[in-house]
């Protein structure tokens, strides 16, 4: 006798939801990794962001959707369409993440945890003392489900994100940071508004409805070179 599990139901209906999904369909079409590439193409287009020329660090990087959009906007006459695009880049991308990441060609990437502090010197070596442009934070930890540890997880993740903007962004630079709607979500808006002079929330509509996702840009540093100092012996 076959038992129906809540498990199963949600597993189909989160199934039938991505298949019929309008931005799954449009980015199987222009060739991205991800829906998560129109994101970042709505967050762009609404704050004029990306230009070609600069540097920019991909926080939480894979699978690429992100580093794709941004490898399209730095080459916008390359040969290829959408996330395929390929030729010439006018610009750098340096991308991270704990999980592996599918080249893409002129991508820089690092594989290993922002938290610690040789991937963080990996990445500054990278950098090679150049100021960036531009950091975007796609980041999110694995939820356990505990409310406290989870928010206690992702404003670590934010503030990290926000330490290293603060040290090495340009004056005019700008940070796109994933956050999530609930506990924690004031005092990361307080924390974007202390170091940024323009402080936006946006949900873009490639955002899921059910998700409690939404983003915060911080355009222009309020003082260079601030940043949090990382706690000893950190649990996250």
Known sequence: MKIKTKSKKVNKAWLHDHLTDPYVKLAQKEGYRARAAYKLKEIDEAFGLVRPGQVVVDLGAAPGAWSQYLRRRFAPKAAGTGGAATGE???TIIALDLLEFAPIDGVRFIQGDFREDEVMHRLEDELAGRAVDLVV????????????SDSARIAHL???AVD?????LKP????????FHGSGYSQLAELFKRHFRVVKPIKPKASRDKSSETFLVGIGL????????RPENSLF
């Open 137 to 148: 934070s796609d980041m999110a930890p694995n939820l356990s489900g505990i409310a406290a």
């Open 158 to 160: 934010v503030e990290l």
């Open 89 to 91: 880049l006018d610009g």
């Open 222 to 229: 309020k003082k260079v070179g601030s940043g949090i100092r």
């Open 172 to 179: 005019e630079g700008a940070l796109v940071a994933k956050v």
């Open 164 to 168: 290293f903007a603060g040290r090495h």
